[in-house]
């Protein structure tokens, strides 16, 4: 009797472990399934594209010409729980930097211009019409000792706050690609 009472007690704190792991992994594991048995995304017909910028701004009443391009691969197959199976794609500036910076105003706080994704160049948004570049708008990222945040800093505050005002942003149009299905 004491020995199905010991083996009882020992057994209610498995069998909720093993309840509480299903109920957290089971979900999971059922996503993680279903995507991958999803059909992988076409792949583009165009998969690396060239796309020259301008940017002119002010700061502090000077002004300053940022001229490069926007350089986009095709980058395979990606998946997550958000999207399922999605085409990835690759982008880096022609000049080696990692973004277009306007002011690195101390360690931990930079403001800095995104040209757009390489989704947007690529045609691999629909309707490129519904994508909007940031302009006269730029962004802010912040990085703490936890990790790093990034944020929209409107034009009014850019000018008020950084003396920063840009005047025009003149880029490539995105091409317009095709996806044809797999055989």
């Known amino acids: 009797m004491k020995v199905k009472k010991t083996l ?19 979900p999971w594991l ?3 399934i279903g995507i991958q048995l999803e059909p992988n995304p076409p792949q583009p017909e165009i998969t690396y594209g060239k796309f020259p910028f301008r940017l002119e701004y002010e700061i502090n009443g000077q002004r300053k010409v940022i001229q490069d391009t926007l350089i986009c691969e095709y980058d395979g197959i990606g998946s997550n729980e958000g ?17 277009i910076t306007l ?12 040209p757009g994704s390489a989704n947007y160049y690529m045609g691999d948004l ?3 019409r519904k994508y909007e570049h940031f302009f006269p708008d730029a962004l802010l990222i912040e990085k703490n000792g936890i990790g790093t945040s990034n944020g929209i800093i409107l034009a009014d505050e850019l000018l008020d706050k950084y003396h920063i005002k840009l005047i025009s942003w003149d880029y490539t149009p995105p091409i317009k690609n095709n996806f044809p299905a797999t055989k």
């Open 8 to 26: 009882l007690l020992l057994s209610i704190p498995l069998l909720l472990a093993f309840a509480i792991i299903v109920f957290i992994a089971l």
């Open 30 to 32: 059922l996503i993680f």
């Open 83 to 99: 999207q399922g199976k999605y085409r990835k794609w690759k982008e880096r500036l022609a000049s080696g930097n990692e973004k």
């Open 103 to 114: 002011l690195k105003v101390n360690n931990t706080k930079e403001i800095y211009y995104s």
């Open 126 to 128: 629909g309707d490129s």
